[in-house]
């Protein structure tokens, strides 16, 4: 049974850093392209950033871009979000999600396995 158990959330004032890990067990996990979303009560669930499984390439929201990267270690099977600059918009539920196939995508339907999310809130 695969499992991803995001942490590393919590409060922070805008302009500081944070940085997610998420633990995945249950599953060959240098197989599975990984993926961070982001959801705020009453919005969509929104892709954040993704890595290929081998961790030879990612995919950034144009949002995110240049403020966060997402790495992974596949020795440890662990995935990982550092946000930097962060700002009030990036208060969000964040989860770690994993999938399949071929690559990366930014499409929330194409991801099997979600974590439970972990919270971020930036504010002063």
């Known amino acids: 049974q695969v499992q991803l158990v995001e942490s590393g959330g919590g409060l922070v004032q805008p302009g500081g850093s944070l940085r997610l890990s998420c633990l995945s067990s249950?599953?060959?996990?240098?197989?599975?392209?990984m993926a961070w979303f982001r959801q705020v009560p009453g919005e969509e669930r929104e892709f954040v950033a993704g890595?290929?499984?081998?961790?030879?390439?990612?995919l950034y929201a144009d949002t995110v871009k240049g403020q966060f990267i997402i790495s992974r270690d596949n020795r440890k099977n662990t995935v990982f979000l550092q946000m930097n600059n962060l700002k009030t918009e990036d208060t969000a539920v964040y989860y770690c999600?994993?999938?399949?196939?071929?690559?990366?995508?930014?499409?929330?339907?194409?991801?099997?396995?979600w974590g439970q999310g972990t919270q971020v809130t930036v504010s002063s």
């Open positions: 999600a994993a999938r399949g196939g071929a690559g990366i995508s930014p499409q929330r339907r194409e991801y099997n396995y």
């Open positions: 249950g599953h060959t996990f240098s197989q599975y392209n």
């Open positions: 890595i290929h499984k081998s961790g030879g390439s990612t």
